[in-house]
């Protein structure tokens, strides 16, 4: 093979650019674990293009991954993920990862990627329960990381954490939680336009993790403001 080709070939494997991505996602503590949504959304560019993506995912016995960003990035960071839970139950030594290995052990793949500028195009939300602790914290494509009682990744940065600061509550039942995160999420499905009307709700307790059946809320497309925006700020454009 000529060297130039193969050359190609090895710069074509990196993420130039994201071709298909997911919008937001939303995370919150509640009194039993950590309940984190997602909307199944696949977007080309502008273009919606695929509608039932799954961006929620278990992680090992502890852990619940949800991710926005480009999808295949996303596939590839779950791969890594399973070689890292494979080999920790090779040990078979009676222990597992918990949420706070993994959200280190994604910070570092992260960062690392960033330092080769060939990052993985992903902001995640990582939770868990172990040993009746609970975790939550999130990162980003360059590595940066934190953790909070309720994290969001891409609009709900701006759109949902507003919502949670006023709203969230320590004490928050399922129920409540749920509420809660259905309503940042009827937000972005009115100003997100990636966003769309079938979204996934997942909780992770002691228990283990549930990921809910793909399901739709309850819109209301009626207000003024929806009918005509451009009303009072005629000649603005």
């Not at 990196?14 to 984190?36: A, H, M, Q």
């Not at 999130?138 to 009682?149: A, C, K, L």
């Not at 995160?181 to 336009?193: A, N, Q």
Request: charged letters at 25%; proline letters at 3%; glycine letters at 10%.
């Amino acid at each position: 093979m000529d060297p130039k080709s193969s050359l190609v070939m090895e710069d074509s494997q990196r993420t130039l650019n994201p071709y298909v991505t997911g919008t937001s996602v939303i995370g919150i503590k509640y009194k039993d674990g950590v309940l984190i949504a997602a909307d199944m959304g696949g977007s080309y560019g502008s273009t919606l293009r695929y509608k039932s993506v799954e961006r929620l995912k278990a992680i090992g016995k502890h852990s619940l991954l949800g991710a926005s960003g480009e999808i295949s990035d996303f596939q590839e960071l779950l791969r890594y993920l399973d070689e890292l839970i494979l080999y920790d139950n090779m040990w078979d030594d009676g222990n597992s990862l918990g949420p706070k290995e993994v959200h280190s052990y994604l910070t570092r793949v992260m960062y690392n990627r960033r330092n080769k500028f060939n990052p993985l195009w992903n902001s995640l939300v990582l939770g868990g329960v172990k040993n009746g602790q609970t975790y939550l914290g999130t990162v980003n494509m360059i590595g940066v990381h934190y953790q909070d009682n309720h994290v969001a990744t891409g609009f709900g940065n701006h759109l949902a954490i507003p919502i949670l600061r006023d709203e969230w509550r320590e004490d928050l039942s399922f129920e409540e939680g749920v509420r809660l995160l259905e309503k940042c999420m009827r937000v972005l499905i009115y100003r997100d336009r990636s966003a769309i009307n079938k979204l996934q709700i997942a909780k992770i307790t002691a228990d283990g993790v549930t990921i809910s059946p793909p399901y739709s809320l309850k819109t209301f497309w009626e207000f003024s403001a929806f009918k005509n925006p451009t009303a009072g700020a005629e000649g603005s454009w």
